[in-house]
């Protein structure tokens, strides 16, 4: 019996030594944490205000056409996948425009990983692809998903209140996970293609290589999406259809893939007479994606870019096309975390030189619309007097999506969350510009400079991350539905 009262009072003891903890830790945290969940609240709630500024519900559901194609998405933990086939951490990380072998996947996988950029690479190995798919699949944890920037962006499109125009060849295990208000361009396929999505969280560990950031790694293998081989299908659906706004994607599938002669350029070719039958007050928009083969941006630079009206990008994506448009080389790592200031340098140093570019154009558009998402912040530049709209409201709207996406929830919770941004920010690296602060009760900072105005915005960046992969389709197609 002592010994049955002595356990009793050591577990009452420990008990309230135990809540004596954690209330001692919560008195001297909260102060402080208290102080960051009320600026987070404040913030949140805020965005949602701007966000709802614009009544969807009054409005008739827009009409999007977005080409092409799409796939199925296995989605795993990209450092036990490369454990699991026995991949080995290479001391010699480099930078490969197409995958080839094991020796190759070891140094990019290290060259993205520790700055945690995201890339995207073509796998000419069916060997190795087919080996790491059926690993994939053996994988505890591993999530199939719709994938493909085109499939990804009609989705969301969709769920925002948009009647989409989709060009691409699905299953039909595929085309049921699709909305009912997505209507395919483009004839079934048995076997789609598949991506697979390698996440990785921020601070993961692969040998002696670190994270900084969550983020991810994709190998593809495609046999459909690099021909765009449903152009024909979506061109005859789309005049009738007769769409507010032409969205063109998932031309990375493109890069570096094994064509055979003066294919890729008469796919460009009818891409090309395609965004140019369609009527002058329909907005187009290209969605810029990781591109590492040279000859192909080129080729997007004379036939498909100049036809655009607004462009998407992030900012590893930014200033590769900078450096393009400039004569430079391919840009193949950018800083994964850039300040507001260089950002925005980059995005007016562009949306000049393609304004100067297109002046000489058969054909071309003027870019009234640029807008750039990274891991902390959204921008986007919309020329005025343009028709696109709501600038203020779409930039909200981005930056929640942002954080809806990556936790994989409608609803955001600020315990999940955090600011990386800055308290305030600098316009320009230009010396002497203005600061603009980080205001809680209005976190979207717009000002008009030139022609055009512009907008920023906080992320609240998820801390608790459930995939990484089509953020940017996500957070650019819903930037997109306030605008159109």
């Not at 990785?200 to 021909?227: C, F, M, Q």
Request: aromatic share 6%; proline share 5%.
């Amino acid at each position: 019996m002592a010994n049955g009262r002595n356990t009793s009072s050591l577990v009452r003891y420990g008990t309230v030594v135990s809540v004596l903890v954690v209330l001692l830790a919560l008195w001297y945290r909260s102060p402080v944490q208290n102080s960051l969940d009320q600026r987070l609240d404040t913030v949140l709630t805020s965005l949602l205000r701007a966000e709802s500024k614009v009544d969807t519900d009054s409005f008739r559901r827009p009409k999007v056409a977005i080409g092409f194609g799409g796939c199925v998405d296995i989605i795993v933990d990209g450092v036990k996948l490369l454990n699991e086939i026995g991949l080995k951490p290479s001391k010699t990380p480099f930078h490969h425009d197409c995958i080839e072998s094991r020796e190759q996947l070891s140094q990019s996988f290290a060259y993205f990983f520790p700055p945690g950029a995201a890339s995207e690479r073509f796998l000419s190995n069916d060997t190795l692809f087919n080996e790491l798919v059926e690993a994939s699949r053996g994988l505890h944890g591993n999530r199939w998903a719709l994938g493909g920037n085109a499939a990804v962006m009609a989705n969301r499109l969709a769920s925002e209140g948009c009647d989409v125009l989709l060009g691409g060849r699905f299953s039909p295990e595929v085309t049921e996970v699709l909305s009912d208000h997505v209507t395919v361009a483009g004839k079934p396929v048995e076997d789609p293609d598949i991506h697979l999505i390698l996440e990785y969280p921020t601070g993961a560990k692969w040998g002696e290589y670190v994270s900084r950031r969550a983020n991810r790694y994709i190998v593809h293998s495609d046999d459909h999406n690099p021909l765009l081989d449903s152009l024909e299908d979506f061109e005859e659906q789309l005049q009738s259809f007769r769409p507010d706004l032409l969205v063109i994607g998932g031309l990375q599938m493109m890069d570096n893939f094994p064509f055979e002669k003066g294919v890729r350029e008469a796919r460009l070719e009818h891409l090309n007479a395609l965004m140019l039958s369609v009527d002058e007050a329909t907005g187009v928009h290209f969605e810029m994606a990781s591109f590492v083969d040279k000859e192909l941006m080129q080729a997007l630079l004379s036939r498909v870019v100049p036809y655009a009206s607004s462009l998407g990008m992030n900012e590893q994506e930014l200033p590769n096309l900078l450096s393009l448009l400039k004569g430079g080389n391919v840009t193949v790592l950018s800083d994964p975390n850039p300040r507001v200031a260089t950002v925005l340098d980059q995005m007016r140093e562009l949306y000049r030189l393609l304004s100067t570019e297109r002046r000489g154009q058969a054909g071309g558009r003027r870019l009234t619309r640029l807008h750039v998402h990274t891991l902390a912040f959204q921008a986007i530049i919309v020329t005025t007097g343009s028709p696109w709209k709501n600038t203020m409201s779409a930039t909200a709207k981005a930056s929640l999506t942002a954080n809806r996406h990556v936790c994989g929830s409608p609803d955001i919770n600020p315990s999940k969350a955090k600011l990386i941004m800055d308290d305030s920010f600098s316009i320009s690296r230009q010396e002497g510009s203005q600061r603009m602060p980080l205001l809680e009760t209005k976190p979207v900072a717009c000002w008009e400079e030139a022609d055009y105005e512009v907008c920023v915005a906080p992320v609240l960046v998820c801390t608790d991350v459930y995939q990484t992969a089509g953020g940017g389709d996500n957070v650019s197609a819903a930037g997109l539905v306030l605008q159109i």
